[in-house]
């Protein structure tokens, strides 16, 4: 979709600084709403797209006035509130009123190291990759209203294909209504002038991975 989460190319929000020695977490607070993010998440009910899709949708005005750790808990909440395991009187009251619903998967202490190890979404191609190493190929100037993974910034432009990564769920869908909807992704890389304009660093080269979907020979 076209977020405001999407701000690659953005003008007007001047240069990224990075802040010195920046610890982790400024506040307990962040911390806390990391592991309640990532103890939902080993529960299952919704998968990383619809993660992901979650802080997309977040209106452009409240996106922007939020810091990083605050999209993430209006993320968490979203989604709890979407697939009906709070409601709003348990958000104001901060606390549950009912019992939770049966069959979710607690993250114990136990299983924390292995439920920061992510799965692979690789899965078998139904047919041959249509793109080759040195294919050059041109992005598709698509507007979804759902998620995708393809930037505003590429759309539209031609690159060359440097790698091909194998075949993957499609984020696209899987966001949507959990379809696998299995891929072929590959890494294409563009020139710095034709992404941005003719006085860009000459230098300047930009890698994107793109599924199939998004892709047309140029």
């Not at 506040?27 to 709403?33: F, K, N, Y």
């Not at 190890?117 to 190493?133: D, K, L, T």
């Not at 790698?163 to 379809?179: E, K, L, M, Q, Y």
């Amino acid at each position: 979709m076209n977020g405001i989460h999407d701000m690659g190319g953005m003008h007007g929000f001047g240069p990224v600084v990075p802040e010195p020695n920046e610890p982790p977490f400024h506040s307990t607070w962040e911390g806390r709403s990391l592991a309640l993010n990532r103890a939902m998440g080993f529960a299952g009910v919704w998968n990383i797209d619809r993660s992901r899709a979650g802080i997309e949708e977040l209106p452009p005005h409240v996106y922007l006035a939020m810091s990083y750790y605050e999209r993430w808990a209006m993320r968490l909440q979203k989604l709890l509130l979407e697939c009906g395991l709070v409601d709003e009187s348990e958000i104001k009251a901060g606390h549950a009123l009912r019992p939770g619903k049966p069959n979710v998967r607690k993250l114990s202490p136990a299983d924390v190291d292995a439920s920061l190890i992510r799965g692979s979404y690789a899965r078998q191609a139904a047919a041959p990759a249509r793109f080759a190493i040195g294919d050059r190929v041109r992005t598709r100037n698509i507007h979804p209203q759902t998620h995708t993974r393809l930037p505003r910034y590429a759309r539209g432009h031609v690159g060359v294909v440097e790698s091909v990564r194998g075949c993957h769920v499609f984020p696209d869908t899987s966001a949507i209504d959990g379809r696998e909807n299995p891929q072929w992704l590959y890494a294409v890389v563009f020139e710095g002038r034709e992404l941005w304009d003719p006085d860009a660093d000459p230098k300047l080269r930009i890698s994107i991975e793109a599924f199939e979907p998004y892709l047309d020979a140029a």
